[in-house]
């Protein structure tokens, strides 16, 4: 199952050690999980060691007003302000671009309230239906309060998808605004970002793209994605229970302060009206020393940057993933009793696919199912994952929802195994 990872130093043929990797996840030692296989990672995943480790560490050492001159504080202070840096060269981008706040739900709702203030009558925000309700509701009613007016990117009705030919015909000189997400909670289909991104700016509009359904499958380049926004959430990227929020350094200036008067100048004070916290941003960077372990476990180039780590390690993650999913995908494929949202076949449409699979099965409670698969050791749910606008879209009813299973890097094959086969029991013959 080896697969070809290019690095600058050439190709070699490198697979993912998922044994290693699992050794840095603690939840996997606990005897609940023996025989169990985790698919809701796409509401949490597990975190790393590294991480736990950090936040005890924070607690234990150093819990105490950061960034006065007695020793723990300033300890305290320097992680805070390690976490920022190493997550802003992770991510192609400067410290001072880097907000840590609670959630990405509350990210967006600073976000939209910030953006609200600029918006004027006959100014136009561009919204999907494809995204989770957090980068879409906030700035819907933003829209609304100032008066603008809303343009909904709309899904393909059949795939799921969006078509950029309808975001072209959507943008003109009064956008303002465009969100969308690099990847659905429940499509898994990658969006072409850096597209988008261009036909938001050739018309002068900024870019804010929810990255949460992709960060945990791949670190994201976001200075090469060109968003003038990126925001994901920490904790289903092995981290602590924070959302992060790249806010490029034109759109922060651009941005009213949402914070105190006095932290005007200060960036990351700026739209984190909730105040940091402090234990959970300094131990944010954590998961990239988890990240750094991966890479030197697999002979990455020791003179590689952290963005250049992030990359080797995010191919390595993806291969793996890409590996896994068509065992998945395959079980669900082709049945007349069940409807994948989104593509049921690996490479069936453009661009590629994350391993969050979604579907209905007709004939049956998607609750009920869930339940008999959760019987079966396959950690599981059923709803509508705060994606009610996307299920809508798809002609599925929210409240009755649909089945979930998400993966990540640290899935093995007997985790796919036991899946498919409790799904086809669950599911019963063809
Ligand atoms: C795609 C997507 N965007 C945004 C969110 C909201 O993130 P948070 O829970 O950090 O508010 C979620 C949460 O499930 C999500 O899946």
Redesign the pocket.
Known sequence: MNRVTTTEHGTDTISLDVAEVRRHFPAFDQAEQRDQSFFEN??GSFACRQTIEALTHYYVENKVQPYADYPSSARAGALMDRSRERWAEALGVEGREVVFGP??????YVLAHAFGELLEPGDEVVVTDQ?????TGAIRRAAERAGATLREWQLDRASGQLDLDRLRELVGSRTRVVTM?H???IIGQENDVAAAAHIAHRAGARIVV?G??FAPHTIPDVAALGADVY?F?L??TYSVHQ?LMVVRSGTMTELPNQGHFFNADVPDKRLNPAGPDHAQVAAAGAVLDYVDALHRHHGGPPDATLRQRADFVSALWRSHEDDLLPGLLGVLADRQDVRVLGADAVGELPGHRCPTVAFDPLAADPADVARELVRRGVQTSSGH???VRVLQALGVDPDRGVVRLSFVHYTTPGDIERAASALAEVLGPR
């Open positions: 796409a509401g959630s990405t739900s509350a990210n967006t995204d989770h309700e957090a980068n997400p990847a659905s909670n929810d949460v359904s925001l959430s904790y289903k959302g994952y705060y994606a």
